[in-house]
């Protein structure tokens, strides 16, 4: 196999690649069946994965698809329309993709926007509990004061009432 037969580094979609256990049918004579290196889980994917590079469905990390003896990616060449129609696809998906993105970019700064606001406001909502609090710890001191001065005039006036 030549170098213009390989495809490494390409990641998969999830489409192609399927769980042994969750394949829901029969494997078919062209799938291609195998074990994750990383956790022994059993994979299949569809021959058109030979050579790419896809996420285990168990341990997520990156394993390349075994490409079968005898056959070279040049086995799996398409139509030039088959692949217009799926590269036009791709640019849709991408496009789509990007303006989520951007999307999503915006939201997060609109975000991160509003939690320094709330921020804020609740900073300054602490500082004004806190004038509360000194505000009603003086308005207790006052009351505490004003009983013990009517205490001792109530005694004073007890006095001057009883007979002596």
Same mark, same amino acid.
């Given at each position: 196999?030549?170098?213009?037969?390989?495809?490494?580094?390409?990641? =998969? *979609?999830?489409?192609? !690649? !399927? +769980? =042994?256990?969750? %394949?829901?049918?029969?494997?078919?004579?062209?799938?291609? =069946?195998?074990?994750? #290196?990383?956790?022994?889980?059993?994979? $299949?994917?569809?021959?058109?994965?030979?050579?790419?590079?896809?996420?285990? $469905?168990?341990?997520?990390? #990156?394993?390349? $698809? #075994?490409?079968?003896?005898?056959?070279?990616? *040049?086995?799996?060449? %398409?139509?030039?329309?088959?692949?217009?129609? %799926?590269?036009?696809? /791709?640019?849709? !998906? /991408? @496009? &789509?993709?990007?303006?989520?993105?951007? +999307?999503? $970019?915006?939201?997060? !700064?609109?975000?991160?926007?509003?939690?320094?606001?709330?921020?804020?406001?609740?900073? %300054? @909502?602490?500082?004004?509990?806190?004038?509360?609090?000194?505000?009603?710890?003086? &308005?207790?001191?006052?009351?505490?004061? *004003?009983?013990?001065?009517?205490?001792?005039?109530?005694?004073?006036?007890? *006095?001057?009432?009883?007979?002596?």
């Amino acid at each position: 196999m030549d170098e213009d037969d390989t495809i490494e580094g390409t990641q =998969v *979609s999830a489409e192609l !690649a !399927a +769980d =042994v256990d969750d %394949q829901g049918g029969e494997i078919r004579d062209t799938d291609i =069946v195998f074990d994750c #290196p990383h956790c022994g889980h059993g994979l $299949v994917i569809d021959y058109r994965g030979a050579g790419l590079v896809i996420t285990c $469905v168990q341990c997520g990390k #990156p394993v390349q $698809v #075994p490409i079968p003896e005898g056959m070279h990616l *040049s086995d799996l060449d %398409q139509d030039p329309e088959n692949l217009r129609k %799926q590269l036009g696809n /791709l640019r849709t !998906a /991408l @496009r &789509a993709a990007e303006d989520r993105e951007r +999307d999503l $970019v915006e939201e997060l !700064a609109e975000l991160r926007q509003r939690c320094e606001d709330l921020d804020r406001e609740n900073l %300054q @909502r602490l500082h004004r509990l806190a004038e509360l609090r000194a505000a009603c710890e003086h &308005a207790q001191r006052v009351i505490t004061e *004003s009983n013990n001065i009517l205490g001792r005039m109530f005694d004073m006036i007890q *006095s001057e009432i009883e007979p002596k």
